[in-house]
């Protein structure tokens, strides 16, 4: 009897612990499904952020006037051959061709050799030879203040200028620069250079903006160069290449 009565007892302890591990599988299971259906809620309001943020996007994009200022002028790359540096005026929206370069004679020519580290990665293996591109009527139309297509701004809101400096890109005392850009707004590119020091690049009518690539659209944390007259933090600037 005694032998009888310990099997049912251990028969009924090992009934009420599976009992207990399938309570606490289920109550695990209905926890995951809450976790999962929250997750679900809060991919699908993700989603529609994005959506409306995309929409966004493109109602500015399409937004963007490209009609060129018969007024305003720019430079672009000019010469033919490897390290051609020279320049030549035309109205906006007129960019002309793009212009093949070596690209270590280049940079080195208009930023010198102290920044060679940072343009060094852009160089082709096996080939300096690159294109320079002017950049696009989106981001001249952003600099002259006339789209809000283009434009980053910083939380520390805009700087005054409210469309392209009026300075001469002729001779005088000029120095170079290394940075990211931290906004695109109306007569100004902002950049942080190595050390996180902030610079404001001051964009005229003569400035010389180019990329290394196509219609490029300056963006925030794209790795610019550029030469011109500085007075403390701000350049008005001569030349400014894009490499991306």
């Known amino acids: 009897m005694d032998r009888q009565y310990s099997i049912c007892s251990q028969s009924s302890g090992a ?13 695990k299971l209905e926890t995951e ?3 999962l259906s929250e997750a679900r809620a809060k991919l699908s309001g993700a989603q529609a952020e994005k959506d409306a943020a995309d929409a966004e996007v493109n109602r500015i994009l399409n937004s963007v006037s490209t009609a060129p200022s018969a007024s305003t002028t720019i430079r672009i790359t000019g010469g033919a051959g490897a390290g051609a540096a020279g320049s030549t005026s035309i109205t906006v929206g007129n960019f002309g061709a793009p ?6 004679d280049y940079m080195t020519r208009n930023y010198g050799q102290s920044y060679s580290r940072y343009w060094q990665p852009y160089v082709r293996v ?3 030879v690159t294109v320079m591109y002017p950049v696009s009527q989106t981001t001249w139309s952003a600099l002259r203040g006339s789209s809000s297509g283009g434009v980053f701004l910083p939380r520390s809101g805009r700087l005054s200028a409210s469309g392209l400096g009026s300075f001469s890109c002729g001779a005088g005392a000029v120095s170079s620069g290394y940075g990211r850009i931290t906004s695109v707004q109306p007569g100004y590119f902002t950049v942080q250079g190595p050390s996180r020091e902030v610079y404001n690049l001051r964009v005229g009518s003569c400035s010389r903006l180019e990329a290394n690539r196509p219609e490029y659209v300056a963006s925030v ?4 160069f550029w030469r011109g007259s500085r007075s403390g933090n701000e350049f008005e600037v001569h030349d400014l290449t894009c490499l991306n």
Do not use: H, K, W
Not at 99 to 104: A, G, Y
Not at 221 to 224: A, E, F, I, K, R
């Open 33 to 35: 499904n809450r976790f």
């Open 99 to 104: 212009v093949t370069v070596n690209i270590v």
């Open 15 to 27: 009934l009420t612990n599976a009992q207990n591990e399938l309570q606490a599988a289920n109550l």
């Open 221 to 224: 944390y794209d790795n610019v």
């Open 126 to 128: 096996g080939s300096p």
